[in-house]
């Protein structure tokens, strides 16, 4: 036994063994600070410094053990995720086991005034997360996914934007998700400061500070509490929200754990700094003083002006100087008020929200100069723009309008269409007004519009897989407005110059300046002829009522421009007008049907879908409404979820060039009327979120 303690006494006089083993007291005391797990059934982090988590994306643990998932960029998704999935259901009994969980959060906005999106606890059989979608799917699902029951996922959102598609109550709210953004419960983010409800706080979760989240579901009751609070309150004793829910169909036997948060156009910093977890029992508490620090809030510079020394010789010019300046000062003043002076009425503050103000507008586009002109109209341009505070690029339309007449119905319009949301629609952000001008202020387009790739660009035409996907686009914003929206949405406008492209050449219907707004189930109202001719349906002229089956005979004529390469209505060099739906049909009545093709397509494209989309044209463009199909057969139709109708040259007699479509040629008043709308259309059809040539 010498022997042995002459060696451990050798290895304490080694240096070099001393200085292995004080490495190693250190990485395991680290390790054992950062994740403490009893079993395989829970864990608990203080911090994260040293964890073992799958993470992608933006995902990223910082020096001092905070937990990042999004770092201010636009669009982007973070996920991280204990490795180690857990037993989430007993085979053996059927139903699904209990579990428990804790931790801390706080977003970062990047902008005040304006909220990146939301971050998610979320319970899912992988962590191979690589189809998602930032923005409002929360990089936990995409747009053919979301709600899919073979999603078997679980999620507490903390959702800082509302998004109508999802139903969400407000822009600052905690729901409970099951295998869709739709949630099955949720609340304003609050808490309660008693047990009976009746007493409680608001959070905002966008304002930086850290906030705890606890969400406790029993396997027995098959409840889940989600409870918030800020960091150093105790847990409320009433959870904000409490859910039945069965969790037998939706967890599998083994299921991971962890979090998802995203970014849209605005962006933003979503943080973790502690998390608790366990099975079958309560989460463990988190050390608060243990948990690492946030970032400082990022605030602009304060700049202090340095007191010139005064002499008292100078003191008399020192005087003098000061009320030169003043004086000029207040005439500056006064002159930069009246310049950016608006028009606000009382009745305007119920649009507050939707109003931009003229300065920031003017700032945006370098004073509307003209270096910064999209395009121009007959009653004013389209400006490129960017907003100051939140760097949002934007498209400004400034459109004349001297008479107040109809001016707060006009804006109430203009306020509700900014509320649509759909990824086929160009966003509406606002207003502003100012003296006889209006001001309408859209998300901007990098791509242009659709109708300089179909006729003015032929070196950059568009192929027909961008076409066809472009038809199906637009398709889906119209159902939207006519069928899917709280209102019904007549456009009144659709062509292919108010179809914008973005950065990825997908299309958005743009240009509501002529839509018309109205209940569902309500009566119609007459109103004024307006659009462009060509794509106008021909009852309007005896009718003069605007409905969904109007916009369908637009949106037929828009199909068969996008396929045909040709405008509605072209002068030949005979004198004569080409009625495109003639042309059209006349190929129909050959057999030839495809020879009506743009050239520029040359022979790659898809003979099945383009037979499709100009038969559809055809049948959009009935000149009985009632033939014409919905948006949903029409959506249907491209999607193959039906089968088009045969179209024979009977149920198109009307088309006869002869009589150059029945009755579409009104009389002099409805002429002069249609030619009054299509001047009024040129003012909204300069693509107001498109690109300069």
């Given at each position: 036994m010498?022997?042995?303690?002459?060696?451990r006494?050798?290895?304490?006089?080694d240096?070099?063994?001393s200085?292995?083993?004080?490495s190693?007291?250190?990485?395991?005391t680290?390790?054992?600070?950062?994740?403490?797990?009893?079993s395989?059934s829970?864990?608990?982090?203080?911090?994260?410094?040293?964890?073992?988590?799958?993470l992608?994306g933006?995902?990223?643990?910082?020096?001092?053990?905070?937990l990042?998932?999004?770092n201010?960029?636009?669009?982007?998704?973070?996920?991280a995720?204990?490795?180690v999935p857990?037993?989430?259901?007993?085979?053996?009994?059927?139903?699904?086991?209990?579990?428990?969980?804790?931790?801390?959060?706080?977003?970062?906005?990047?902008?005040?005034?304006i909220s990146?999106?939301?971050?998610?606890?979320?319970?899912?059989?992988?962590t191979?997360l690589?189809?998602?979608?930032?923005?409002?799917?929360?990089?936990?699902?995409?747009f053919?996914?979301?709600?899919?029951p073979?999603?078997?996922i679980l999620?507490?959102e903390?959702?800082?934007?509302?998004?109508?598609?999802?139903?969400?109550?407000?822009?600052?709210?905690?729901?409970?998700?099951?295998?869709?953004?739709t949630?099955?419960?949720?609340?304003?983010a609050?808490?309660?400061?008693?047990s009976?409800?009746?007493q409680y706080?608001?959070?905002?979760?966008?304002s930086?500070?850290?906030?705890?989240?606890?969400?406790?579901?029993?396997g027995?009751?098959?409840?889940?509490?989600?409870?918030?609070a800020?960091?150093?309150?105790?847990?409320p004793?009433r959870?904000?929200?409490?859910s039945?829910?069965?969790?037998?169909?939706?967890?599998?036997?083994?299921?991971?754990?962890g979090?998802?948060?995203?970014?849209?156009?605005a962006?933003?910093?979503?943080?973790?700094?502690g998390?608790s977890?366990?099975?079958?029992?309560e989460?463990?508490?988190l050390?608060?003083?243990?948990?690492p620090?946030?970032?400082p809030?990022?605030?602009?510079d304060?700049t202090t002006?340095?007191?010139?020394e005064?002499?008292?010789?100078l003191?008399p010019?020192v005087?003098?100087?000061?009320?030169?300046?003043?004086?000029?000062?207040?005439?500056?003043l006064?002159?930069?008020k009246?310049?950016?002076?608006?028009?606000?009425e009382?009745?305007?503050?119920?649009y507050?929200?939707?109003r931009?103000?003229?300065?920031?507008?003017y700032?945006a586009t370098n004073g509307?100069?003209?270096?910064?002109?999209?395009?121009?109209?007959?009653f004013?341009?389209?400006?490129?723009g960017?907003?100051?505070?939140?760097?949002?690029?934007?498209?400004?339309k400034r459109i004349s309008?001297d008479?107040?007449?109809?001016?707060k119905?006009f804006v109430?319009?203009?306020?509700?269409i900014?509320?649509?949301?759909?990824?086929?629609l160009?966003?509406?952000?606002?207003?502003?007004?100012?003296?006889?001008?209006?001001?309408?202020?859209?998300?901007y387009?990098?791509?242009?519009?659709?109708?300089k790739?179909?006729?003015?660009?032929p070196?950059q035409?568009?192929?027909w897989?961008q076409?066809?996907k472009?038809?199906?686009?637009?398709a889906?914003?119209?159902?939207?407005?006519?069928?899917?929206?709280?209102?019904?949405?007549?456009?009144?406008?659709?062509?292919?110059?108010n179809?914008?492209?973005d950065a990825?050449?997908?299309?958005?219907?743009?240009?509501?300046?002529l839509a018309?707004l109205?209940?569902?189930?309500?009566?119609?109202?007459?109103t004024?002829?307006?659009?462009?001719?060509?794509y106008l349906?021909?009852?309007?002229?005896r009718?003069?009522?605007?409905?969904?089956s109007?916009?369908?005979?637009?949106f037929?004529?828009?199909?068969?421009?996008?396929?045909c390469?040709?405008?509605?209505i072209?002068?030949k060099?005979s004198?004569i007008?080409m009625v495109?739906?003639?042309?059209v049909?006349?190929?129909l009545?050959?057999?030839?049907?495809?020879?009506?093709r743009?050239?520029?397509?040359?022979?790659d494209?898809?003979?099945e879908?383009?037979?499709l989309?100009?038969?559809?044209?055809?049948m959009?463009?009935?000149?009985?409404?009632a033939?014409?199909?919905t948006m949903r057969?029409?959506?249907?139709?491209?999607?193959g979820?039906?089968t088009?109708?045969?179209?024979?040259?009977?149920?198109?007699?009307?088309?006869?060039?002869s009589s150059?479509?029945?009755?579409?040629?009104?009389?002099?008043t409805?002429?002069?009327?249609?030619?009054?709308?299509?001047?009024l259309?040129s003012?909204f059809?300069?693509s107001?979120s498109?690109?300069?040539?």
């Amino acid at each position: 036994m010498d022997w042995v303690k002459e060696g451990r006494r050798r290895r304490g006089e080694d240096p070099v063994f001393s200085i292995l083993l004080a490495s190693f007291l250190i990485i395991t005391t680290r390790i054992a600070s950062a994740a403490v797990s009893s079993s395989e059934s829970s864990f608990v982090f203080n911090g994260f410094e040293g964890a073992d988590l799958r993470l992608n994306g933006g995902g990223v643990v910082e020096p001092n053990g905070l937990l990042r998932l999004t770092n201010f960029t636009k669009n982007e998704v973070g996920h991280a995720f204990y490795p180690v999935p857990f037993v989430f259901f007993n085979s053996s009994s059927g139903r699904p086991l209990s579990f428990s969980t804790s931790f801390v959060f706080a977003i970062f906005p990047q902008y005040e005034d304006i909220s990146s999106h939301g971050i998610a606890f979320a319970i899912t059989p992988s962590t191979n997360l690589t189809a998602v979608l930032p923005s409002q799917h929360l990089g936990l699902f995409n747009f053919t996914n979301n709600g899919d029951p073979s999603n078997h996922i679980l999620a507490v959102e903390l959702d800082t934007i509302q998004n109508r598609e999802f139903d969400d109550i407000n822009d600052n709210h905690v729901g409970i998700d099951v295998n869709g953004l739709t949630s099955n419960s949720s609340a304003p983010a609050s808490f309660f400061l008693d047990s009976s409800g009746l007493q409680y706080e608001n959070l905002s979760l966008i304002s930086g500070e850290p906030m705890r989240v606890w969400a406790d579901y029993d396997g027995k009751s098959m409840v889940l509490n989600v409870t918030l609070a800020p960091l150093l309150n105790p847990k409320p004793e009433r959870p904000l929200l409490s859910s039945k829910l069965n969790l037998s169909s939706i967890v599998l036997d083994n299921m991971y754990v962890g979090f998802a948060a995203s970014t849209g156009a605005a962006a933003g910093s979503h943080y973790i700094l502690g998390w608790s977890f366990s099975m079958n029992g309560e989460a463990n508490e988190l050390e608060l003083s243990k948990l690492p620090s946030l970032p400082p809030k990022e605030t602009e510079d304060n700049t202090t002006v340095k007191k010139p020394e005064i002499w008292i010789i100078l003191l008399p010019i020192v005087i003098f100087l000061f009320l030169l300046i003043a004086s000029f000062g207040i005439v500056h003043l006064v002159k930069t008020k009246k310049k950016f002076s608006e028009v606000v009425e009382d009745w305007e503050t119920e649009y507050g929200p939707h109003r931009f103000s003229y300065r920031d507008l003017y700032r945006a586009t370098n004073g509307f100069s003209d270096e910064n002109v999209l395009g121009n109209g007959g009653f004013g341009g389209v400006y490129k723009g960017q907003l100051p505070k939140s760097k949002l690029e934007i498209a400004v339309k400034r459109i004349s309008h001297d008479s107040r007449q109809g001016m707060k119905e006009f804006v109430a319009e203009i306020a509700s269409i900014g509320r649509l949301r759909h990824r086929n629609l160009v966003q509406l952000l606002g207003y502003c007004r100012r003296r006889g001008e209006l001001l309408l202020v859209y998300d901007y387009m990098p791509n242009s519009s659709l109708e300089k790739y179909i006729f003015d660009r032929p070196q950059q035409s568009l192929n027909w897989s961008q076409r066809f996907k472009i038809i199906r686009g637009i398709a889906a914003g119209l159902l939207y407005l006519h069928e899917e929206w709280e209102q019904v949405v007549i456009h009144r406008d659709i062509k292919a110059s108010n179809v914008l492209l973005d950065a990825e050449f997908n299309g958005k219907l743009g240009d509501f300046g002529l839509a018309r707004l109205h209940d569902r189930g309500s009566n119609l109202q007459t109103t004024r002829v307006v659009g462009t001719l060509g794509y106008l349906a021909p009852e309007l002229s005896r009718t003069g009522k605007s409905t969904t089956s109007s916009d369908v005979f637009g949106f037929g004529a828009f199909l068969l421009e996008v396929a045909c390469g040709k405008r509605p209505i072209e002068l030949k060099t005979s004198g004569i007008d080409m009625v495109l739906v003639d042309w059209v049909m006349e190929f129909l009545k050959k057999g030839e049907i495809l020879e009506a093709r743009d050239r520029k397509l040359g022979s790659d494209f898809a003979a099945e879908e383009l037979e499709l989309v100009l038969r559809l044209g055809l049948m959009c463009s009935h000149p009985s409404p009632a033939a014409r199909p919905t948006m949903r057969q029409v959506v249907q139709y491209l999607e193959g979820e039906a089968t088009l109708p045969d179209i024979s040259e009977d149920d198109f007699y009307v088309f006869d060039s002869s009589s150059r479509r029945n009755k579409i040629l009104v009389d002099e008043t409805s002429w002069n009327s249609c030619t009054a709308a299509t001047n009024l259309s040129s003012s909204f059809s300069d693509s107001p979120s498109s690109r300069r040539n």
